[in-house]
């Protein structure tokens, strides 16, 4: 068996020089170097535009100029990077709450879908179109209800500005939220004038019709409220200090005895004709 005929050294530099010679092969190690030199030095003027004033107030993106902290650099990704940061909106997403957790999955692709970036200081990432790319339509009518709130009566009427104060303003103040954060207790936004005594639960006698006007409570297990009792307030009966004021009939503690009708009104009966009517409060 005979070994194959060894490579001339010559022929190899030949085809080198060859190589080096054609114009296309200088134009290629240029471009390769031009565009690693300005990868490395030149990050300023390849940014689309200047980012907006609450990411540009942010230390860590370096006034807009630090790419790499958004865009994830080397070994990472920009939706990432945003969750990173937005750790509420990264919650939202993970566990279904919120506004986040009920966007279509076929929606949730990309941060950059719903808020864009390097239009000005000026701009806000978030803003009426972001809701229409999300799939929730107009903001104005937004369905609050998978949100843990559902808007009815008085609510509807109100502007967004009227609960989410930073709704509207141009630029987001540092540290601070355009929508998120709310409660939805009542006493997050009413006063309650029983100051915690009679609980936290107001659905039990305010609707969102009118807050301030209380409706009844369940009366029938006590006092069917027809006739004129169905206009008297409240507090004609339970009056605020008395013995069956709204703050008494609340406490498990002592709750007051029952009441009878000659305890509110003055009969024309003998005494002992109502002796045994049942008491009611």
């Known amino acids: 068996m005979t070994s194959p005929p060894a490579t001339d050294p010559g022929t190899g530099w030949a ?4 190589r080096l010679d054609n114009p296309q092969t200088w134009i290629a190690i240029f471009s390769i170097f031009t565009v690693a030199l300005v990868a490395l030095v ?19 993106l370096e006034g807009g100029t630090n790419c790499a902290a958004c865009h994830g650099g080397l070994f990472g990704d920009q939706d990432s990077s945003c969750l990173d940061c937005h750790a509420v909106i990264a919650e939202q997403l993970e566990g279904g709450t919120g506004l986040h957790g009920t966007i279509a999955e076929d929606r949730r692709s990309s941060c950059a ?12 990432p978030v ?3 972001s809701f229409a790319a999300a799939g929730l339509g107009d903001r104005d009518g937004l369905d609050h209800e998978p949100f843990g709130f559902a808007m009815e009566g008085a609510h509807l009427e109100l502007d967004c500005a009227a609960c989410h104060v930073n709704a509207d303003i141009e630029v987001l103040p ?7 954060g709310l409660d939805a207790s009542c006493v997050s936004c009413h006063e309650d004038a029983h100051e915690g005594a009679l609980g936290s639960s107001c659905a039990d006698c305010h609707d969102q019709a009118d807050f301030a006007a209380p409706r009844s409570a369940d009366h029938s297990r006590v006092l069917d409220l027809v006739g ?3 206009g008297i ?34 009969s024309p009966h003998d005494p002992n004709f109502l002796s045994g009517v049942a008491r009611a409060v």
Do not use: K, Q, Y
């Open 228 to 230: 004129p009792h169905a």
């Open 174 to 180: 540092a540290g601070e939220t355009r929508f998120l």
């Open 15 to 18: 085809r080198l020089r060859a």
């Open 127 to 129: 803003n009426r179109a």
């Open 42 to 60: 030149d990050t300023d003027r390849t940014s689309p535009g200047p980012v907006s004033a609450v990411h540009a107030t942010v230390e860590e």
């Open 233 to 266: 307030d409240c507090r004609s009966c339970h009056g605020e200090g008395e013995a069956h004021s709204l703050e008494a009939l609340a406490s498990e503690a002592s709750p007051p005895a029952g009441r009878r009708c000659a305890d509110c009104h003055e």
């Open 113 to 124: 879908v719903c808020h864009s970036e390097h239009h000005g200081l000026a701009f806000s």
